[in-house]
C-alpha cells in the first residue's frame, strides 16, 4: 500500500473499511475519499480557534493566513469566546504545562498530527456546533484518540468540543484504557491497519465520501452483492461503555 492511514479518518475506516483501501492506494492519485465541502467561514473559524488556543497555552506555531481571518471576520466576537473558555477549561483541568501543538507523528500504519501533547496527555479540538452529552466522545473521535494512543503512547486522551458559534466549551472524559471493552477495539484497530479485510458498509458514511459513486467499479477489491454488513464492534465493548 501506498499511504498510511490518516488517524483523523480513523471512524470512518472502521465504519467502512473500503475507505480505506481507497485512501491508501489511490490517494496520492484522486485525494482522499473523505474530502468534503465545508463552508469558508467555518474551516476558517476552525484554523483560527485551534492556533488561538494553541497560543495562549504557550505553543509557539505559524500564523493563519490573511484569509482565514478575513473570512472568519463575522464570527471575531465568538472565537474569542471559544478561545477564552477553551484554555480556562485546559487550564482548570490540567494546570498550567508545557504543552507542545501540532506534532507530525507516525508508525508502520499510521499517521497523524496532535493538537495539544504534555507528556502522556493528550487533548484533541474539535469545532462543532451540536454539544455532547454528558462530555461523551463522538464515535469518529473515540477511533481517533485510540490511533493516537498506538501511535504516541498516550494514556489520558480526550476531546476539546468548541461550538463553532461561542456559546459553550467542553472537555470530554478521557478513554478509559483499562476496560477491556476499550483494549478489544483497540486490537481490532491494529488488526484492521495491519491485515486490512475489505467489505463496503453503506450507510452514513457514504454521505461524506468523495468516491461513493465508483464504489464497486473494477478499481476496487471484489465485493460481493449484495454487500453483508459486518459489524467492526460487539454489543457489550468499549462505545456501548462509553454511552455511544
Known amino acids: 500500500m501506498s499511504n498510511k492511514a490518516r488517524c483523523s479518518s480513523m471512524g470512518s475506516y472502521m465504519a467502512c473499511p473500503l475507505l480505506l ?6 490517494g496520492k492519485q484522486k485525494g482522499s475519499a473523505l ?7 467555518y474551516r476558517a473559524f476552525g484554523n483560527l480557534c ?7 497555552l504557550g505553543c509557539v506555531l505559524e500564523e493563519p493566513s490573511p484569509e482565514d481571518y478575513i473570512e472568519a471576520e463575522p464570527m471575531m466576537l465568538e472565537l474569542e469566546t471559544c478561545v477564552a473558555g ?7 483541568t490540567y494546570g498550567v504545562r508545557e504543552w507542545k501543538a501540532e506534532q507530525a507523528w507516525d508508525n508502520e500504519f499510521l499517521q ?15 469545532t462543532t456546533g451540536k454539544m455532547p452529552a454528558r462530555k461523551q466522545i463522538a464515535t469518529d473521535h473515540y477511533w481517533q ?16 468540543y468548541v461550538n463553532n458559534a461561542g456559546k459553550w466549551v467542553t472537555l470530554s472524559n478521557s478513554i478509559d484504557l483499562s476496560k477491556p471493552g476499550v483494549q478489544r477495539d483497540v486490537e481490532t484497530m491494529k488488526r484492521q491497519l495491519e491485515n486490512p479485510v475489505y467489505w463496503a458498509n453503506y450507510g452514513s458514511v457514504c454521505t461524506k465520501c468523495s468516491r461513493v459513486s465508483e464504489c464497486r467499479s473494477e478499481n476496487v477489491p471484489f465485493v460481493a ?9 460487539a ?9 455511544i
Open 50 to 56: 485551534h492556533y488561538g488556543i494553541q497560543t495562549r
Open 35 to 41: 474530502d468534503t465541502i465545508i463552508p469558508e467561514r
Open 86 to 92: 477553551a484554555v480556562k477549561h485546559i487550564n482548570d
Open 145 to 160: 484518540l485510540l490511533a493516537y494512543h498506538w501511535m504516541t503512547g498516550a494514556t489520558d486522551m480526550r476531546i476539546l
Open 225 to 233: 452483492d449484495p454487500t453483508e454488513i459486518v459489524p467492526v464492534h
Open 21 to 26: 483501501w481507497f485512501d491508501k492506494e489511490l
Open 112 to 126: 497523524g498530527h496532535t493538537d495539544l501533547v504534555c507528556g502522556n496527555i493528550l487533548v484533541d479540538i474539535k
Open 235 to 243: 454489543r457489550g465493548g468499549a462505545l456501548d461503555d462509553l454511552g
